[in-house]
C-alpha cells in the first residue's frame, strides 16, 4: 500500500515530461485586428496588422543570419489582381525558445506600408499565412477592411 502513492507520483512526472505537440505540426494563424481603419496612400501611416500564431513542433521563423521570407501578405483588391507585387514577403526571426522546440503560440505585430488607394475606392483586405521551416503552410486568414484615401 505503501508503493501506491510513489507510482502514482512517478505516473504524474512521466505525463508531465510529454514532450508530444499540444498544437499540428503545421502553423495555424488567427486574425487579431488591424488599425488604422483609414489611412492615406504614400504617407508615413504604417498600418499594424496582428495575428497570433500556433504550431505544434516550433519551427516558426528562420534561424542562423540568414533571413528568409516566411510571412506573406496578400492585398485583395481586384484592381491590384494582376500586380505582382500585390504580395509581400516578409522575414520573422526565430519564435522558438533556446531550450527545445516546444508547441508555441504568441502574436505578431506587422507593420505595413500605406499602400496606394484603388481608383474605386474599393475596400483593403489582406490575406495572410506563414510557412515553417519545414516547408508547412499555414491556413489562409482575411483581415477586416480598411479604407486607403487618396
Do not use: H, W
Amino acid at each position: 500500500m505503501r508503493k501506491l502513492p510513489i507510482i502514482i507520483l512517478l505516473l504524474f512526472l512521466l505525463i508531465a515530461c510529454d514532450d508530444s505537440p499540444v498544437f499540428p505540426l503545421e502553423p495555424e494563424i488567427f486574425f487579431v485586428g488591424i488599425s488604422p481603419e483609414q489611412a492615406t496612400q504614400y504617407t508615413a501611416d504604417e498600418i499594424q496588422l496582428t495575428i497570433r500564431y500556433q504550431d505544434g513542433d516550433g519551427d516558426l521563423g528562420y534561424e542562423g543570419s540568414e533571413r528568409i521570407n516566411n510571412l506573406y501578405i496578400t492585398d485583395t483588391r481586384s484592381f491590384f489582381a494582376t500586380n505582382p507585387s500585390r504580395t509581400a514577403a516578409y522575414s520573422i526571426p526565430s519564435l522558438t525558445p533556446d531550450t527545445r522546440r516546444p508547441s508555441i503560440q504568441g502574436e505578431i505585430t506587422i507593420s505595413i506600408m500605406t499602400p496606394p488607394a484603388e481608383p474605386n475606392a474599393e475596400l483593403l483586405v489582406y490575406e495572410v499565412y506563414l510557412v515553417d521551416r519545414a516547408g508547412n503552410m499555414s491556413n489562409v486568414i482575411k483581415t477586416t477592411p480598411i479604407t486607403v484615401n487618396p
